[in-house]
């Protein structure tokens, strides 16, 4: 069963360690790069440094919003805005990453873009 914390079958790859430091492109622009990825099974996600947008605040993008990963440019882009980033579930602290309350909240809040009727 596929869900927002699985990898596309389209991108024929895992997210490894090796994308750690590629750029995270939203549709409209540069997020940030990928610090670490998820410690929990089956919520396979990423942690992107958007410091840029807020008092150094950092961000998880779910695996399943990833739609393509170019090794040549470093850079890893994803299925939805900057802004839809950050009105997700607020990440606080490295222990977020592997709460499952946290996790499951923000699947739901990806989940209900993907969803979403455009």
């Not at 008092?55 to 805005?81: H, N, Q, Y």
Request: charged letters at 30%.
């Amino acid at each position: 069963m596929e869900t927002v914390w699985n990898c596309r079958a389209e991108l024929g790859r895992a997210l490894e360690d090796e994308v750690i430091g590629y750029e995270v492109e939203a549709r409209d622009g540069s997020v940030g790069p990928v610090v670490r990825l998820s410690p929990v099974p089956g919520f396979d996600h990423l942690v992107v440094d958007a410091g840029v947008w807020k008092f150094g605040r950092s961000v998880v993008v779910p695996a399943g919003l990833v739609t393509a990963v170019d090794d040549g440019e470093r850079v890893i882009r994803v299925g939805c805005d900057k802004e839809q980033i950050k009105d997700a579930p607020r990440f606080e602290r490295d222990q977020d990453t592997g709460d499952l309350f946290y996790l499951r909240k923000l699947g739901a809040y990806y989940e209900s873009l993907v969803l979403a009727p455009e």
